[in-house]
């Protein structure tokens, strides 16, 4: 779930047009997610015997989940920095602006 997350917040910043995602859209992103999800464990567990690697599997994906977590909880706070650092540079802006037009 977390890589949907990651494709549709890249998707939304660097997107060719201004239109917003649609429920269809995000929805369509989740099933083809989970169908890539499926065939990678098709891949993994290819014979009964690999079913013992399981755990190690688990821990596996478990890992990668935290990381790319990580790296969208960094890739939001640092949007969410930019944006608060745009919007303080408009304010002061139009605050010297105001003060120009009152002299």
């Known amino acids: 779930m977390a890589s949907v997350?990651?494709?549709?917040?890249?998707?939304?910043?660097y997107s060719s047009s201004n239109k917003p995602s649609t429920q269809q859209d995000i929805e369509d992103e989740i099933?083809?997610?989970r169908m890539g999800a499926a065939r990678r464990v098709g891949e993994w567990l290819t014979v009964p015997q690999d079913l013992e690697k399981l755990p190690q599997l688990r821990a596996t994906v478990a890992s990668k989940k935290m990381a790319t977590d990580a790296q969208?909880?960094?890739a939001v706070t640092g949007q969410l920095d930019s944006a608060r650092e745009g919007m303080n540079?408009?304010?002061?802006?139009?605050?010297?602006?105001?003060?120009?037009?009152?002299?």
């Open 5 to 13: 997350m990651v494709r549709l917040l890249f998707a939304s910043f």
């Open 31 to 33: 099933e083809q997610c």
């Open 89 to 103: 540079l408009l304010s002061r802006s139009y605050n010297s602006i105001l003060t120009v037009r009152n002299k």
């Open 72 to 74: 969208l909880k960094a």
